[in-house]
């Protein structure tokens, strides 16, 4: 196992959650690490990247102002803290990883994902 995600839970909209994504063998010390999500019947979209050397940051609008992606390096885990937390915002959350100078919203540009964990706002 080479991504693994963990802080998913139930939690009543307007609530936080921190999730976590940690990585080690080939994915560890790919410079770009993403969320992305997936609700039932639709698509996985990105929500947020960030690239672990510049610390650059992508957001997709739907997340702006309310999630906040960091990167722990001494720990090899990239967090996702979801504020203010919305039903739409329901979906499992994939973490992945890949390598590149920017890190888009894509998911094709990520080459190693993690198993998920769920999200559910109510």
């Known amino acids: 196992v080479q991504l693994v995600e963990s802080g998913g839970a139930s939690v009543q909209a307007g609530g936080s959650l921190r999730l976590s994504c940690s990585a080690s063998?080939?994915?560890?010390?790919?410079?770009?690490i993403g969320w992305f999500r997936q609700a039932p019947g639709k698509e996985r979209e990105g929500i947020a990247t960030?690239?672990?050397?510049?610390?650059?940051?992508q957001y997709a609008d739907s997340v702006k102002g309310r999630f906040t992606i960091s990167t722990d390096s001494a720990e090899n885990t990239v967090y996702l803290q979801m504020n203010n937390l919305k039903s739409e915002d329901t979906g499992m959350y994939y973490c992945?990883?890949?390598?590149?100078?920017?890190?888009?919203?894509?998911?094709?540009?990520?080459?190693?994902w993690g198993q998920g964990t769920q999200v559910t706002v109510s």
């Open positions: 992945a990883a890949g390598a590149g100078y920017y890190c888009p919203l894509s998911a094709t540009s990520f080459a190693f």
């Open positions: 063998g080939k994915a560890y010390g790919r410079n770009c």
């Open positions: 960030i690239h672990t050397v510049s610390e650059t940051t």
